[in-house]
C-alpha cells in the first residue's frame, strides 16, 4: 500500500468526472507530491477497508423521486439476487439544528422469504462503496433469508454511492464533507430502521439483526453498541474495532504468516526483494529489464516510478492475503483456490539465486493475482482490484475519525521498514483536505476494549485475514462471542455456501444462525 499514491491537492480542484466515474483508478493516478512514507503507509493501509466487500457502480446523481423504485437482478453462481431499490429522505445532521437539509439515502429491499406480521429484518450497514454490490456479494443473508423468514435491507452509507447529501458538489469542499462520519451513518440506520418499522405493514414487531463485514461490520458492532432499541444484535465479520489501539506493526505481521505457511521460502524471498529491486533499478537497463520482466503497461523510468511500483507489489501481496479463499473466486480479481499457495509454488528458492532469478519469480507469482485468466496483454500498477471503488470518501475518514496506526519493520515482517509517525500523518491530512485526525477519537466514542457492558454481538474472524489483527479474537462474555475461522480469510463466513467451504465456515455460519434464532425469540418474549 502504496506511498506513490497521494490525494489530490485540494477538492476544490477534483475533477467532477474523476471521483463520479472510477475513483479507484484516480486515487491511484494522484501523485501530488507531500506525503511521507510513513504517512501513507497508514492512509493506504486504511484505504483496504474499501477491498472488505466489493462495491460496484459509481453513480452520484440523486434521484428525483422521495420512494421511487425499479426492480434489478444479478446472476449470481449460486442464485438469482433480486431486490426492490428505494431512496429516504435522511438528515444531513443528526446532530446539531443549524443545518435542516436532506438528502436521499438508497437502500434495497427483498421481501421474497419475508414472514409478515413479525418477520425478521437483517439489515445491512453499508460499507464505503455503493450498495448494489454489497447486496450481490454477502451470500449469507441470502443463504438465511427463507430458513428465517427474512425481510432483506441492504442500506447505502452516506457520501457513497447515490447517497450524496449535498448532489455534485458532495465532494466540493471540506465544510460539505464535514458530515461523513460514521456516527452520522450510524444515525441514519437507526432512522431508516424506525421508518421501515413504521410503515412497512408487518413489520412493526419485527426483530432487526444487523449484518456488517469489515468497516460495515464495524458499523454493525456500532449499531447494536449506539442504539440497542433499534437492532436486537449485530454480526460484525472482519470487524477490526480495536485497530485503533493495537501495535501498528499487527496487520503485516498476519500477512507475512500466511506467506510463509504457504510456501518454503514464499516470505523469506519476498522480503528480500525489495533490496533486489533496488540493486536492479539502479541502472538504465535495470529499469528496462524490470518493466520487460514484470509486463509493465508504463515503463519504470524515474526512481519515483520504482517506489510506485514497490508499493504496487506490497499492496498486491496485502490483496491475496485477504482473499485467500479456498475456492476459484472473483472478488478483487479472478484467481485459483488458495491463490497465496498457488503463488508460493513461485517463490521456493533459496539464498543462492540471483537477482534477476529472484524477481522473475516474484513477476511470476505478481501474475498468479493479475492474470490467472490469461487474458491480460500487461500488468497495470496504477490498479490492483476492481475498479469502481469509493476510495475519495474513505481518504477523507481516515483523515478524520479512522486512524488506524500501521508500520512494518523488515523483521516481524516481509516488508520495507516504515515507521508509524502520527504528525506526519495529520500534516498531510492538513495539507490534502484542511483537516487533522483525531487520534484518539475512535476510542472515545465507541469505547476501545471497555465494551463489556454491551451485548448479543457476534465478532467473526478468519485466522488468514489480516484484518484480524485489529479484531475481537476473543468472547468478552457470554453476550458478546468471538468466532475464529480456522482458513478463513476476509468475512468468509459472509460468502455464499460454496461446496469447497471447510468445516470451520460452515460450523461458524450455523452458530450465527442459532444466535440470530435466539435474539429473535428472546425479543418477542418481552414485547
Not at 435522511?90 to 439515502?105: A, M, P, R
Not at 444484535?233 to 498476519?254: D, N
Not at 522473475?360 to 482490484?385: E, F, H, M, P, W
Not at 466514542?445 to 484480524?468: E, K, Q
Request: one cysteine or more.
Amino acid at each position: 500500500m502504496f506511498a506513490s499514491w497521494s490525494i489530490y491537492e485540494s477538492f476544490d480542484i477534483l475533477p467532477r468526472s474523476s471521483y463520479a466515474n472510477d475513483p479507484w483508478l484516480d486515487i491511484f493516478r494522484c501523485t501530488v507530491t507531500g506525503f511521507t512514507h510513513s504517512a501513507m503507509r497508514l492512509l493506504n493501509t486504511a484505504l483496504l477497508f474499501l477491498l472488505l466487500l466489493l462495491l460496484s457502480c459509481n453513480a452520484l446523481g440523486l434521484k428525483p423521486q422521495l420512494l421511487g423504485r425499479h426492480t434489478a437482478q444479478t446472476n449470481s453462481q449460486h442464485t438469482s439476487v433480486s431486490y426492490k431499490t428505494f431512496y429516504f429522505d435522511q438528515q444531513i445532521d443528526h446532530f446539531g439544528f443549524l443545518e435542516n437539509g436532506t438528502f436521499k439515502q438508497r437502500y434495497l429491499l427483498n421481501d421474497q422469504h419475508w414472514h409478515k406480521e413479525g418477520g425478521p429484518i437483517l439489515f445491512y450497514t453499508g460499507n464505503e462503496g455503493d450498495i448494489t454490490w454489497f447486496c450481490n456479494n454477502t451470500g449469507f443473508m441470502w443463504d438465511v433469508a427463507e430458513e428465517l423468514g427474512a425481510l432483506l435491507v441492504f442500506a447505502e452509507h452516506r457520501y457513497y454511492g447515490e447517497s450524496m447529501p449535498f448532489g455534485e458538489e458532495s465532494y466540493s469542499n471540506a465544510k460539505y464533507l464535514n458530515y461523513l462520519t460514521s456516527e452520522q451513518a450510524l444515525a441514519d440506520f437507526a432512522v431508516l430502521i424506525k421508518a421501515l418499522k413504521k410503515t412497512l405493514p408487518g413489520a412493526q414487531k419485527s426483530s432487526v439483526i444487523a449484518i456488517g463485514g469489515s468497516y460495515g461490520g464495524m458499523l454493525a458492532a456500532w449499531l447494536r453498541m449506539k442504539y440497542p432499541s433499534v437492532v436486537v444484535g449485530a454480526l460484525a465479520a472482519s470487524a477490526p474495532i480495536w485497530q485503533f489501539i493495537v501495535p501498528c506493526g499487527e496487520f503485516y505481521k498476519v500477512v507475512t504468516n500466511d506467506f510463509t505457511i504457504s510456501g518454503t521460502n514464499c516470505s523469506s524471498n519476498i522480503r528480500r526483494s525489495w533490496a533486489a529491486i533496488d540493486r536492479v533499478s539502479a541502472t538504465g537497463e535495470g529499469l528496462q529489464w524490470l518493466s520487460q520482466e514484470f509486463g509493465l503497461c508504463n515503463p519504470l523510468k524515474t526512481l519515483d516510478d520504482v517506489y510506485g511500483f514497490k508499493a504496487w507489489l506490497q499492496e498486491t501481496w496485502v490483496n491475496l492475503a485477504m482473499v485467500d479463499y479456498p475456492y476459484e473466486a472473483n472478488f478483487l480479481q479472478p484467481l485459483p483456490a488458495w491463490p497465496v499457495k498457488v503463488v508460493c509454488k513461485n517463490l521456493h528458492f533459496n539464498t543462492g539465486v540471483s537477482d534477476k532469478q529472484l524477481l522473475n519469480g516474484i513477476s511470476q507469482a505478481v501474475r498468479v493475482y493479475y492474470n490467472y485468466t490469461g487474458d491480460a496483454v500487461c500488468l497495470n500498477t496504477s490498479q490492483t482490484a476492481t475498479g469502481n471503488l469509493g476510495l475519495l470518501g474513505w481518504c477523507y475518514q481516515s483523515c478524520t475519525e479512522m486512524v488506524m496506526p500501521m508500520c512494518t519493520d523488515g523483521v516481524a515482517d516481509m516488508f520495507e521498514p516504515q515507521p508509524w509517525n502520527f504528525q506526519a500523518f495529520s500534516d498531510e491530512c492538513y495539507n490534502q483536505f484542511g483537516v487533522r485526525p483525531r487520534e484518539d477519537w475512535a476510542e472515545i466514542v465507541y469505547g476501545g476494549r471497555n465494551i463489556s457492558a454491551h451485548s448479543n454481538i457476534i465478532f467473526s474472524n478468519g485466522n488468514l485475514d489480516p484484518w484480524m489483527s485489529g479484531g475481537v479474537t476473543r468472547s468478552l462474555s457470554e453476550y458478546l462471542v468471538a468466532i475464529m475461522i480456522d482458513g478463513g480469510a476476509h468475512h468468509l463466513d459472509l460468502r455464499y455456501n460454496n461446496e469447497f467451504d471447510p468445516e470451520s465456515v460452515i460450523k461458524t455460519r450455523a452458530l450465527e444462525l442459532r444466535y440470530f434464532k435466539q435474539w429473535i425469540k428472546q425479543a418477542a418474549s418481552t414485547q
